[in-house]
Protein backbone atom coordinates (compact mmCIF):
# COMPACT_ATOMS: atom_id res chain seq x y z
CA UNK A 1 0.00 0.00 0.00
CA UNK A 2 1.12 3.34 -0.77
CA UNK A 3 1.20 5.64 2.37
CA UNK A 4 1.30 8.97 0.43
CA UNK A 5 -1.92 7.62 -2.09
CA UNK A 6 -3.39 7.03 1.52
CA UNK A 7 -3.11 10.30 2.93
CA UNK A 8 -4.03 11.74 -0.33
CA UNK A 9 -7.50 9.83 -0.03
CA UNK A 10 -7.93 10.93 3.53
CA UNK A 11 -7.58 14.07 2.39
CA UNK A 12 -10.18 13.99 -0.08
CA UNK A 13 -12.36 12.96 2.76
CA UNK A 14 -11.92 15.84 5.05
CA UNK A 15 -12.32 18.34 2.09
CA UNK A 16 -15.42 16.28 0.67
CA UNK A 17 -16.95 16.26 4.34
CA UNK A 18 -16.35 20.10 5.49
CA UNK A 19 -17.78 20.82 2.06
CA UNK A 20 -20.62 18.99 1.71
CA UNK A 21 -21.87 20.02 5.16
CA UNK A 22 -21.73 23.28 4.39
CA UNK A 23 -23.64 23.03 0.91
CA UNK A 24 -26.31 20.70 2.37
CA UNK A 25 -26.82 23.25 4.91
CA UNK A 26 -28.17 25.75 2.32
CA UNK A 27 -30.79 26.64 0.12
CA UNK A 28 -29.26 24.82 -2.72
CA UNK A 29 -30.06 22.69 -5.47
CA UNK A 30 -27.19 20.02 -5.35
CA UNK A 31 -24.70 21.20 -7.92
CA UNK A 32 -22.06 21.47 -5.64
CA UNK A 33 -22.68 17.83 -4.12
CA UNK A 34 -23.29 16.41 -8.20
CA UNK A 35 -19.87 17.47 -9.04
CA UNK A 36 -18.21 16.30 -6.04
CA UNK A 37 -19.80 12.85 -6.40
CA UNK A 38 -18.68 12.81 -10.38
CA UNK A 39 -14.85 14.22 -9.11
CA UNK A 40 -15.33 10.55 -6.40
CA UNK A 41 -15.96 8.96 -9.26
CA UNK A 42 -13.46 9.35 -11.62
CA UNK A 43 -10.85 10.26 -9.25
CA UNK A 44 -10.71 9.28 -6.01
CA UNK A 45 -12.17 5.78 -6.52
CA UNK A 46 -9.44 5.15 -8.80
CA UNK A 47 -7.04 6.52 -6.09
CA UNK A 48 -8.73 4.12 -3.65
CA UNK A 49 -8.54 0.61 -5.49
CA UNK A 50 -4.71 1.36 -5.84
CA UNK A 51 -4.32 1.69 -2.47
CA UNK A 52 -5.86 -1.72 -2.00
CA UNK A 53 -3.19 -3.69 -0.32
CA UNK A 54 -4.39 -7.15 -1.99
CA UNK A 55 -4.08 -5.48 -5.41
CA UNK A 56 -1.03 -5.50 -7.85
CA UNK A 57 -2.44 -2.86 -10.62
CA UNK A 58 -0.19 -1.62 -13.45
CA UNK A 59 0.96 1.87 -13.36
CA UNK A 60 0.36 3.08 -9.89
CA UNK A 61 3.36 5.40 -10.08
CA UNK A 62 1.16 7.53 -12.66
CA UNK A 63 -2.19 7.23 -10.59
CA UNK A 64 -0.22 8.78 -7.84
CA UNK A 65 0.77 11.80 -9.79
CA UNK A 66 -2.62 12.35 -11.35
CA UNK A 67 -4.33 12.06 -8.17
CA UNK A 68 -2.46 14.63 -6.48
CA UNK A 69 -3.15 16.91 -8.81
CA UNK A 70 -7.22 16.35 -8.65
CA UNK A 71 -6.22 16.47 -4.86
CA UNK A 72 -5.04 20.25 -4.97
CA UNK A 73 -8.38 20.56 -8.13
CA UNK A 74 -10.92 19.43 -4.79
CA UNK A 75 -9.07 21.56 -2.19
CA UNK A 76 -9.53 24.51 -4.71
CA UNK A 77 -13.00 24.03 -5.57
CA UNK A 78 -14.09 23.66 -2.13
CA UNK A 79 -12.16 26.84 -1.87
CA UNK A 80 -13.97 28.17 -4.45
CA UNK A 81 -17.15 27.06 -3.56
CA UNK A 82 -17.43 27.90 0.23
CA UNK A 83 -15.53 31.50 -0.14
CA UNK A 84 -16.24 33.02 -3.41
CA UNK A 85 -19.18 31.20 -4.81
CA UNK A 86 -22.20 33.64 -2.19
CA UNK A 87 -20.77 36.59 -3.08
CA UNK A 88 -20.78 35.52 -6.85
CA UNK A 89 -24.49 34.49 -6.15
CA UNK A 90 -25.26 37.79 -4.95
CA UNK A 91 -24.24 39.25 -8.40
CA UNK A 92 -26.65 36.69 -10.30
CA UNK A 93 -29.83 36.99 -9.05
CA UNK A 94 -32.38 39.73 -9.78
CA UNK A 95 -32.45 43.26 -7.80
CA UNK A 96 -34.93 42.22 -4.99
CA UNK A 97 -34.37 38.72 -4.80
CA UNK A 98 -33.78 37.35 -1.02
CA UNK A 99 -30.27 35.93 -0.62
CA UNK A 100 -31.59 33.19 2.00
CA UNK A 101 -35.04 31.70 1.81
CA UNK A 102 -36.19 28.99 4.48
CA UNK A 103 -38.34 26.08 2.81
CA UNK A 104 -41.65 25.63 2.96
CA UNK A 105 -42.61 28.51 1.83
CA UNK A 106 -46.34 29.15 0.68
CA UNK A 107 -45.68 29.14 -3.28
CA UNK A 108 -47.72 26.79 -6.21
CA UNK A 109 -47.24 23.45 -6.06
CA UNK A 110 -48.70 22.49 -9.78
CA UNK A 111 -47.33 19.42 -10.66
CA UNK A 112 -48.25 19.75 -14.41
CA UNK A 113 -45.29 22.21 -14.78
CA UNK A 114 -43.00 19.31 -14.01
CA UNK A 115 -44.77 17.36 -16.59
CA UNK A 116 -44.38 19.61 -19.11
CA UNK A 117 -40.45 20.07 -18.41
CA UNK A 118 -40.17 16.29 -18.89
CA UNK A 119 -42.29 16.28 -21.95
CA UNK A 120 -40.62 18.92 -23.37
CA UNK A 121 -37.30 16.77 -22.55
CA UNK A 122 -38.41 13.75 -23.94
CA UNK A 123 -39.46 15.11 -27.36
CA UNK A 124 -35.70 16.84 -27.63
CA UNK A 125 -34.20 13.54 -26.55
CA UNK A 126 -36.08 11.02 -29.26
CA UNK A 127 -37.07 12.87 -31.86
CA UNK A 128 -35.14 16.42 -32.09
CA UNK A 129 -31.30 15.31 -31.03
CA UNK A 130 -31.38 12.79 -33.61
CA UNK A 131 -32.73 15.74 -36.33
CA UNK A 132 -31.99 18.97 -36.00
CA UNK A 133 -29.29 18.14 -33.66
CA UNK A 134 -27.26 16.75 -36.03
CA UNK A 135 -27.64 20.13 -37.82
CA UNK A 136 -24.47 22.10 -37.25
CA UNK A 137 -24.82 24.90 -34.97
CA UNK A 138 -27.79 23.54 -33.50
CA UNK A 139 -26.79 20.25 -32.02
CA UNK A 140 -25.81 21.58 -28.60
CA UNK A 141 -29.68 22.94 -28.26
CA UNK A 142 -31.29 19.92 -28.48
CA UNK A 143 -28.86 18.13 -26.05
CA UNK A 144 -29.63 20.81 -23.47
CA UNK A 145 -33.15 20.55 -23.84
CA UNK A 146 -33.05 17.13 -22.75
CA UNK A 147 -31.67 17.85 -19.64
CA UNK A 148 -35.65 19.39 -19.14
CA UNK A 149 -35.89 15.75 -17.94
CA UNK A 150 -33.45 15.75 -14.99
CA UNK A 151 -34.80 19.39 -14.23
CA UNK A 152 -38.66 18.50 -14.24
CA UNK A 153 -38.09 14.94 -12.50
CA UNK A 154 -36.56 16.74 -9.86
CA UNK A 155 -39.35 19.87 -9.28
CA UNK A 156 -41.91 16.62 -9.34
CA UNK A 157 -39.42 15.39 -6.46
CA UNK A 158 -39.66 18.85 -4.87
CA UNK A 159 -43.56 19.18 -4.71
CA UNK A 160 -44.02 15.68 -3.94
CA UNK A 161 -41.96 16.05 -0.74
CA UNK A 162 -43.50 19.55 0.03
CA UNK A 163 -47.79 18.18 -0.59
CA UNK A 164 -47.13 14.24 0.82
CA UNK A 165 -43.94 14.04 2.51
CA UNK A 166 -42.04 10.47 2.20
CA UNK A 167 -44.94 8.54 0.49
CA UNK A 168 -45.21 11.35 -1.88
CA UNK A 169 -41.40 11.17 -2.87
CA UNK A 170 -40.99 7.46 -2.83
CA UNK A 171 -43.66 7.66 -5.60
CA UNK A 172 -41.95 10.01 -7.83
CA UNK A 173 -38.25 8.40 -7.48
CA UNK A 174 -39.13 4.85 -8.80
CA UNK A 175 -38.59 6.81 -12.43
CA UNK A 176 -35.01 8.05 -12.48
CA UNK A 177 -33.83 4.30 -12.66
CA UNK A 178 -35.74 4.24 -16.25
CA UNK A 179 -32.81 6.93 -16.92
CA UNK A 180 -29.60 4.79 -17.66
CA UNK A 181 -32.11 2.20 -19.10
CA UNK A 182 -33.16 4.15 -21.61
CA UNK A 183 -30.00 5.47 -22.56
CA UNK A 184 -28.29 2.05 -22.62
CA UNK A 185 -31.00 0.68 -24.71
CA UNK A 186 -31.11 3.85 -27.34
CA UNK A 187 -27.24 4.94 -26.85
CA UNK A 188 -25.08 2.02 -25.56
CA UNK A 189 -24.12 4.40 -23.36
CA UNK A 190 -25.07 3.86 -19.60
CA UNK A 191 -22.75 7.12 -18.18
CA UNK A 192 -25.16 9.61 -19.53
CA UNK A 193 -28.72 8.21 -17.34
CA UNK A 194 -26.32 7.16 -14.79
CA UNK A 195 -25.50 10.69 -14.45
CA UNK A 196 -28.80 12.46 -14.90
CA UNK A 197 -30.61 10.41 -12.37
CA UNK A 198 -27.72 10.91 -9.92
CA UNK A 199 -28.35 14.64 -10.17
CA UNK A 200 -31.92 13.74 -9.18
CA UNK A 201 -30.87 12.20 -6.46
CA UNK A 202 -28.40 14.20 -5.14
CA UNK A 203 -30.96 17.10 -5.70
CA UNK A 204 -33.43 15.10 -3.15
CA UNK A 205 -30.22 14.73 -0.90
CA UNK A 206 -29.81 18.69 -0.48
CA UNK A 207 -33.35 18.74 1.23
CA UNK A 208 -34.15 14.87 2.34
CA UNK A 209 -34.95 14.37 6.29
CA UNK A 210 -33.48 12.51 8.37
CA UNK A 211 -29.80 12.76 7.27
CA UNK A 212 -29.50 9.84 9.13
CA UNK A 213 -31.56 7.91 6.50
CA UNK A 214 -29.81 9.84 3.95
CA UNK A 215 -26.05 8.25 4.75
CA UNK A 216 -27.33 4.67 4.85
CA UNK A 217 -29.08 5.18 1.46
CA UNK A 218 -26.19 6.62 -0.11
CA UNK A 219 -23.96 3.95 1.53
CA UNK A 220 -26.41 1.30 0.06
CA UNK A 221 -26.23 2.95 -3.79
CA UNK A 222 -22.68 3.75 -3.26
CA UNK A 223 -22.67 -0.70 -3.93
CA UNK A 224 -25.65 -1.03 -6.00
CA UNK A 225 -24.21 1.04 -8.19
CA UNK A 226 -20.97 -0.05 -8.72
CA UNK A 227 -22.60 -3.67 -8.81
CA UNK A 228 -24.59 -2.59 -11.53
CA UNK A 229 -21.58 -0.99 -13.16
CA UNK A 230 -19.38 -4.24 -13.15
CA UNK A 231 -22.21 -5.78 -14.09
CA UNK A 232 -22.74 -3.38 -17.29
CA UNK A 233 -18.87 -3.69 -18.41
CA UNK A 234 -19.45 -7.69 -18.45
CA UNK A 235 -22.27 -7.48 -20.94
CA UNK A 236 -20.84 -3.68 -22.43
CA UNK A 237 -19.75 -5.51 -25.89
CA UNK A 238 -23.20 -7.50 -26.68
CA UNK A 239 -25.63 -4.41 -25.65
CA UNK A 240 -23.00 -2.35 -27.85
CA UNK A 241 -23.63 -5.33 -30.57
CA UNK A 242 -27.03 -4.83 -30.79
CA UNK A 243 -27.33 -0.99 -30.65
CA UNK A 244 -24.97 0.26 -32.47
CA UNK A 245 -23.93 -2.75 -35.28
CA UNK A 246 -26.33 -4.14 -36.58
CA UNK A 247 -26.71 -1.81 -39.52
CA UNK A 248 -29.61 -0.24 -38.02
CA UNK A 249 -32.39 -3.27 -38.11
CA UNK A 250 -32.10 -3.91 -34.12
CA UNK A 251 -35.92 -4.44 -33.16
CA UNK A 252 -36.38 -1.58 -29.89
CA UNK A 253 -37.40 -5.79 -28.41
CA UNK A 254 -34.04 -7.06 -29.55
CA UNK A 255 -32.50 -4.21 -27.87
CA UNK A 256 -34.58 -4.12 -24.39
CA UNK A 257 -34.60 -8.22 -24.57
CA UNK A 258 -30.53 -7.37 -24.38
CA UNK A 259 -30.71 -5.30 -21.74
CA UNK A 260 -33.04 -7.26 -19.90
CA UNK A 261 -30.51 -9.69 -20.12
CA UNK A 262 -28.04 -7.97 -18.72
CA UNK A 263 -29.39 -6.57 -15.24
CA UNK A 264 -31.43 -9.46 -14.29
CA UNK A 265 -28.35 -11.31 -13.87
CA UNK A 266 -26.40 -9.00 -11.94
CA UNK A 267 -22.92 -8.95 -10.40
CA UNK A 268 -22.73 -8.43 -7.03
CA UNK A 269 -19.49 -5.90 -6.45
CA UNK A 270 -16.32 -7.86 -4.91
CA UNK A 271 -13.38 -5.63 -4.19
CA UNK A 272 -11.37 -8.63 -4.66
CA UNK A 273 -12.34 -9.63 -7.89
CA UNK A 274 -9.57 -8.56 -10.00
CA UNK A 275 -11.47 -8.23 -13.45
CA UNK A 276 -14.02 -6.23 -11.36
CA UNK A 277 -10.95 -3.89 -10.22
CA UNK A 278 -9.82 -3.83 -13.83
CA UNK A 279 -13.02 -2.52 -14.89
CA UNK A 280 -12.76 0.38 -12.54
CA UNK A 281 -9.03 1.15 -13.31
CA UNK A 282 -10.18 0.90 -17.08
CA UNK A 283 -12.73 3.03 -17.20
CA UNK A 284 -13.27 5.19 -14.36
CA UNK A 285 -9.91 6.16 -13.45
CA UNK A 286 -8.43 9.36 -15.00
CA UNK A 287 -5.82 9.65 -12.84
CA UNK A 288 -3.67 7.57 -14.99
CA UNK A 289 -3.75 10.00 -17.74
CA UNK A 290 -3.12 12.95 -15.56
CA UNK A 291 -0.11 11.63 -14.49
CA UNK A 292 1.33 10.65 -17.60
CA UNK A 293 0.89 14.55 -18.52
CA UNK A 294 2.71 15.59 -15.32
CA UNK A 295 5.33 12.83 -16.83
CA UNK A 296 5.38 14.15 -20.31
CA UNK A 297 5.54 17.87 -20.08
CA UNK A 298 7.92 17.91 -17.44
CA UNK A 299 10.68 16.67 -19.87
CA UNK A 300 8.75 18.58 -23.21
CA UNK A 301 7.67 21.76 -21.35
CA UNK A 302 5.04 22.01 -24.25
CA UNK A 303 1.99 23.39 -22.37
CA UNK A 304 -1.15 24.87 -24.24
CA UNK A 305 -0.76 27.96 -22.01
CA UNK A 306 -4.15 29.10 -22.01
CA UNK A 307 -4.97 27.71 -26.20
CA UNK A 308 -7.75 25.01 -25.02
CA UNK A 309 -9.36 28.00 -22.35
CA UNK A 310 -9.21 30.61 -25.52
CA UNK A 311 -10.71 27.69 -27.61
CA UNK A 312 -13.55 27.26 -24.79
CA UNK A 313 -14.41 30.90 -24.42
CA UNK A 314 -15.12 31.34 -28.13
CA UNK A 315 -17.12 28.05 -28.40
CA UNK A 316 -19.72 29.98 -26.63
CA UNK A 317 -20.27 32.35 -29.58
CA UNK A 318 -22.81 30.52 -31.88
CA UNK A 319 -21.69 28.59 -34.92
CA UNK A 320 -25.07 30.16 -36.66
CA UNK A 321 -23.14 33.29 -36.23
CA UNK A 322 -20.19 32.11 -37.16
CA UNK A 323 -20.51 29.28 -39.65
CA UNK A 324 -16.38 28.63 -39.67
CA UNK A 325 -15.81 28.69 -36.43
CA UNK A 326 -12.87 26.78 -35.76
CA UNK A 327 -13.30 25.47 -32.76
CA UNK A 328 -15.77 22.07 -32.23
CA UNK A 329 -16.52 19.92 -29.36
CA UNK A 330 -14.47 17.20 -27.65
CA UNK A 331 -11.47 16.36 -26.27
CA UNK A 332 -10.24 16.23 -30.38
CA UNK A 333 -6.15 15.01 -30.06
CA UNK A 334 -5.54 16.79 -27.02
CA UNK A 335 -4.77 14.14 -24.30
CA UNK A 336 -2.83 12.59 -27.24
CA UNK A 337 -0.97 15.57 -27.36
CA UNK A 338 -0.92 16.13 -23.17
CA UNK A 339 0.42 12.39 -22.67
CA UNK A 340 2.59 11.71 -25.45
CA UNK A 341 0.10 8.19 -25.71
CA UNK A 342 -1.00 7.51 -29.09
CA UNK A 343 -5.11 6.32 -29.69
CA UNK A 344 -6.33 4.47 -32.47
CA UNK A 345 -8.38 5.90 -34.84
CA UNK A 346 -11.95 6.96 -33.56
CA UNK A 347 -11.20 6.19 -29.93
CA UNK A 348 -12.85 8.73 -28.02
CA UNK A 349 -10.61 9.79 -24.78
CA UNK A 350 -12.25 12.76 -22.24
CA UNK A 351 -9.50 14.95 -21.45
CA UNK A 352 -11.63 16.14 -17.68
CA UNK A 353 -10.86 19.33 -15.94
CA UNK A 354 -7.96 18.12 -14.32
CA UNK A 355 -6.06 17.57 -17.39
CA UNK A 356 -7.16 20.18 -19.25
CA UNK A 357 -6.42 22.52 -16.61
CA UNK A 358 -3.08 20.85 -15.75
CA UNK A 359 -2.53 21.34 -19.51
CA UNK A 360 -2.54 24.83 -20.03
CA UNK A 361 -0.77 26.04 -16.58
CA UNK A 362 0.83 22.68 -14.83
CA UNK A 363 -0.28 22.81 -11.28
CA UNK A 364 -1.55 26.89 -10.93
CA UNK A 365 -3.49 26.01 -13.76
CA UNK A 366 -5.34 23.57 -11.52
CA UNK A 367 -5.85 25.90 -8.84
CA UNK A 368 -6.87 28.60 -10.56
CA UNK A 369 -9.02 26.80 -12.77
CA UNK A 370 -10.87 24.53 -10.27
CA UNK A 371 -11.19 27.75 -8.00
CA UNK A 372 -13.16 29.36 -10.34
CA UNK A 373 -15.42 26.21 -11.37
CA UNK A 374 -16.21 26.13 -7.42
CA UNK A 375 -17.12 29.55 -7.18
CA UNK A 376 -19.06 29.26 -10.56
CA UNK A 377 -20.91 25.88 -9.66
CA UNK A 378 -21.60 26.91 -5.89
CA UNK A 379 -23.32 30.08 -7.53
CA UNK A 380 -25.41 28.35 -10.02
CA UNK A 381 -26.84 26.07 -7.04
CA UNK A 382 -27.36 28.90 -5.07
CA UNK A 383 -29.38 30.65 -7.56
CA UNK A 384 -30.99 27.75 -8.86
CA UNK A 385 -31.74 26.75 -4.87
CA UNK A 386 -33.69 30.26 -3.90
CA UNK A 387 -35.54 30.31 -7.05
CA UNK A 388 -37.09 26.78 -6.64
CA UNK A 389 -37.61 28.29 -2.70
CA UNK A 390 -39.78 31.17 -4.63
CA UNK A 391 -41.37 28.64 -6.69
CA UNK A 392 -40.50 30.53 -9.65
CA UNK A 393 -39.90 27.23 -11.55
CA UNK A 394 -38.34 29.23 -15.05
CA UNK A 395 -35.56 30.72 -13.55
CA UNK A 396 -34.84 27.67 -10.92
CA UNK A 397 -35.22 25.55 -14.52
CA UNK A 398 -32.76 27.86 -16.27
CA UNK A 399 -30.17 28.20 -13.69
CA UNK A 400 -30.32 24.87 -12.90
CA UNK A 401 -29.78 23.49 -16.72
CA UNK A 402 -26.79 25.68 -16.83
CA UNK A 403 -25.33 24.20 -13.72
CA UNK A 404 -25.92 20.65 -15.51
CA UNK A 405 -23.80 21.82 -18.16
CA UNK A 406 -20.70 22.52 -16.25
CA UNK A 407 -20.59 18.93 -14.49
CA UNK A 408 -18.98 17.69 -17.29
CA UNK A 409 -16.22 16.35 -14.90
CA UNK A 410 -15.54 13.58 -17.98
CA UNK A 411 -15.43 16.29 -20.55
CA UNK A 412 -13.59 19.11 -22.39
CA UNK A 413 -14.10 22.80 -21.47
CA UNK A 414 -15.35 23.71 -24.87
CA UNK A 415 -18.25 21.31 -24.00
CA UNK A 416 -18.66 22.74 -20.93
CA UNK A 417 -19.13 26.55 -22.47
CA UNK A 418 -20.92 25.41 -25.63
CA UNK A 419 -23.40 23.61 -23.25
CA UNK A 420 -23.78 26.32 -21.10
CA UNK A 421 -24.64 28.69 -23.76
CA UNK A 422 -27.56 26.25 -25.11
CA UNK A 423 -28.87 25.72 -21.67
CA UNK A 424 -29.42 29.29 -21.79
CA UNK A 425 -30.92 29.42 -24.55
CA UNK A 426 -33.27 26.57 -23.87
CA UNK A 427 -33.86 28.47 -20.34
CA UNK A 428 -34.96 32.00 -22.16
CA UNK A 429 -37.36 29.86 -24.59
CA UNK A 430 -38.77 27.87 -21.46
CA UNK A 431 -39.09 31.56 -19.96
CA UNK A 432 -40.92 33.37 -23.16
CA UNK A 433 -43.49 30.27 -23.18
CA UNK A 434 -44.40 30.27 -19.93
CA UNK A 435 -44.83 33.75 -20.12
CA UNK A 436 -47.02 33.76 -22.99
CA UNK A 437 -49.31 31.26 -21.54
CA UNK A 438 -49.49 33.82 -18.76
CA UNK A 439 -50.61 36.39 -21.25
CA UNK A 440 -52.93 34.11 -22.83
CA UNK A 441 -54.87 32.87 -19.40
CA UNK A 442 -58.27 34.68 -18.96
CA UNK A 443 -57.94 37.00 -16.21
CA UNK A 444 -60.23 37.17 -13.60
CA UNK A 445 -63.00 40.12 -13.58
CA UNK A 446 -63.40 42.65 -10.70
CA UNK A 447 -66.81 42.77 -9.53
CA UNK A 448 -66.81 46.42 -10.10
CA UNK A 449 -66.47 46.18 -13.26
CA UNK A 450 -69.61 43.74 -13.65
Known sequence: MDSGLTLLLAE???????????VLSRPGAGLVASYCFQMWMLYWLGGAIHALP???????????LGFTQATWGIAAFAIGALVAGPALSGVML??????NVPDGLPVDMDATKARKYITMGLISYFFLRPTIGRIAG???VPMAASQLVVSGCCLQSWMAWHKNGKPGLLRTLPQTILIPMVTVIGQGFMSYGVLAASTIMIFVAQFFRPRWILIAATVIAGYMGLSVYVTYMRDRGDIRGVVWYSGGQSTLAAKIQTGWHTFSNPDAFDPKDEDQLTYIDNRLNQNGLVGMAVDNLSNTGEYLNGSSIRDALLAMIPRLL??????RAGSGGLVAQLTGLEFASGTSVGIGPVLEFYGNFGTKGVLIGFFVLGMLVSALDLCAGIYLRLGNWTMFTTFFLVGISCLNVSGSLVEITAGA?????????VRRREAGALLQAPQPVEASAL
Open 12 to 22: WGLILGILLAV
Open 54 to 64: WVELPDTEHVV
Open 94 to 99: KTGVPR
Open 138 to 140: LNA
Open 322 to 327: WPSKPV
Open 421 to 429: MASLVVGNI
